[in-house]
């Protein structure tokens, strides 16, 4: 950087932000989710009575964007601070994961899905036209189309607050640092200290969920949870739809290549009556 | 690895469409295809009366289609938002600018003689081979299990629908050329050996496989047992559609294929 001799010249690149969300931390206070809704202007996404522990919410979707997850498990010692008899309990706010190839902004026909100078993933409501191919192609299952209103609706990463140099309103209302906010590289460095750390103090299940290594290639929100990642329903194996691209096109020409070279053959051999 | 879930609760959305996707699926496979017909039948010297039928149901498949399409949209008004940008890698944008070129080009082929519409006929054929299979790749390239695992015979079982709906609507219209009950039976061939491949056998992988195939040996001989076929395979070709939209929505509610 510092050799480049037109470095003063060009506006600082903007920072990619992301979200790390600590599970060891959380409470389950629900204040992010109240938060989003009340800054984002989210409509009520029903009101249910799941019997899935104090979850009533039970995930992600179009007027859901930040949603926390209440796992219930078999008590162990050290495991939560319950007592022996009581079950143990965890709790992970679950949010899009701003995916470094997403699955809904390569889908996406009209161009309406952007990636902002964040690094994040956006959907711009005045493009949008409801098409729904966003919703398949979301490996987490995050955006969804909301029917009273017919446009696709997700985690703005709250892009507004981004360009006015706030943090998201799910980070602002967090009381207890579960979720943070900020530089990405910086806090990937804070996530594998805060897992060395609890690795050292015995809490060996603590795990970070990020897949790097899939086609996805790694996301811009990840989280540390204890135990296995699919009991949050985080798949460990997630795939960017554009993966299948190469297969089914090649698929697609050779199908096609059969009718085009099937119907000359027909008509060549028998077309006349 | 553990079975464990979260309480069950899907981790996929399902997909949002209704009935108009797999119907546009069903009506642009068999205009594409149709128009295909139309050129392959021109360049052998066949019938002129089963090329010009062949160019109209091209053309009024794709007239058809713009409707369905704009139908599912969520906010309709914005259909040409459509066209603001072109994205190779997504299917819905390649679909999109084909069905548009396709459309106009049907619509010259059937309405313009002579060279210009023999020239919008070649270019008609051309995007009906990507409208008859381009939807199986729409399907195969999301993150819904049943589809994603089938990428690569999608394209390949909606070609060939498509292909045994053109061929189904000419009969239908009063073609018997021989070549017709042979590509029919080609397709349906097609069909049946997919459906063994994918292990599913229902209604719509037997109208579409082994009864055409079956009634269209009997059709070298009979004209009424073609036109059976032919009906066959017309509703097989539309259960085909609906069939793997509505196993889409199943195959999402699990969150145990999605969670592997």
């Known amino acids: 950087m510092s050799d480049d001799p037109l470095a003063a010249r060009r506006s600082p690149p903007a920072v990619v932000t992301g979200f790390f969300t600590d599970s060891t931390l959380c409470i389950g206070c629900k204040a992010c989710e109240v938060a989003c809704k009340e800054w984002n202007d989210v409509p009520e996404d029903g009101f249910r009575w799941s019997g899935n522990s104090y979850d009533n919410t039970l995930s992600l979707g179009h007027s859901t964007w930040r949603h926390v997850k209440f796992v219930e498990r078999e008590p162990e010692i050290g495991r939560g601070g319950n007592a022996v008899e009581k079950m143990a309990w965890e709790f992970s706010s679950d949010v899009c994961k701003h995916c470094e190839n997403a699955g809904c902004l390569e889908a996406c026909p009209t161009g309406s899905i952007i990636r902002t100078e964040f690094g994040s993933v956006y959907v711009q409501p005045d493009i949008c036209n409801g098409c729904g191919y966003c919703v398949v192609s979301c490996p987490f299952g995050v955006i969804d189309r909301r029917e009273s209103d017919g446009r696709a609706f997700k985690c703005t990463f709250c892009y507004d607050r981004q360009k006015a140099g706030l943090e998201p309103a799910c980070a602002k209302a967090c009381p207890t640092g579960s979720i943070l906010f900020g530089d990405l590289e910086k806090l990937e460095r804070v996530a594998d200290e805060r897992i060395a750390r609890l690795h050292a103090m015995g809490m060996e299940d603590a795990t970070i969920w990020n897949p790097k290594e899939t086609s996805v290639g790694g996301t811009h929100a990840f989280f540390l949870v204890r135990g296995e990642p699919r009991a949050y329903n985080l798949p460990e194996n997630p795939v960017m739809p554009t993966a299948h691209l190469k297969d089914a096109w090649t698929s697609a020409a050779i199908g096609a290549a059969a009718i085009a070279v099937g119907s000359l053959l027909a008509f060549a051999l028998g077309g006349r009556k | ?260």
């Open chain 2, 1 to 260: 690895m553990s079975d464990e879930t979260y309480y069950d609760v899907p981790l996929l959305k399902p997909p949002v469409w209704t009935w108009e996707v797999p119907v546009y699926f069903f009506v642009g496979g068999a205009a594409g295809a149709s128009a295909v017909i139309a050129l392959a039948a021109q360049l052998t010297g066949a019938d002129r009366k089963l090329v010009r039928d062949a160019r109209r149901l091209a053309a009024g498949g794709a007239v058809l289609s713009g409707p369905l399409l704009v139908a599912d949209l969520g906010r309709p008004e914005r259909f040409l938002h459509m066209l603001r940008v072109f994205k190779p890698r997504s299917a819905m944008s390649v679909g999109a600018w084909t069905l548009t070129v396709f459309g106009g080009a049907s619509a010259g082929a059937a309405l313009v003689k002579g060279r210009l519409g023999d020239l919008a006929a070649a270019l008609s054929a051309a995007t009906g081979l990507v409208m008859a299979t381009y939807t199986g790749v729409l399907l195969g390239a999301t993150a819904i299990p049943v589809w994603a695992e089938h990428k690569k015979t999608l394209p390949i079982i909606f070609g060939a629908s498509g292909l045994a709906s053109a061929v189904a609507l000419l009969e239908l219209r009063g073609h018997d050329e021989p070549a017709l009950n042979a590509l029919g039976f080609a397709a349906a061939a097609a069909e049946a050996a997919l459906a063994r491949q994918t292990k599913r056998i229902g209604a719509a992988e037997l109208f579409s496989g082994l009864i055409p195939a079956v009634l269209r040996i009997g059709g070298l001989k009979s004209k009424r047992l073609r036109r059976v076929a032919a009906g066959a395979a017309l509703l097989g070709s539309l259960l085909t559609r609906l069939a793997w939209v509505e196993a889409g929505k199943a195959s999402a509610k699990n969150p145990r294929t999605a969670l592997r």
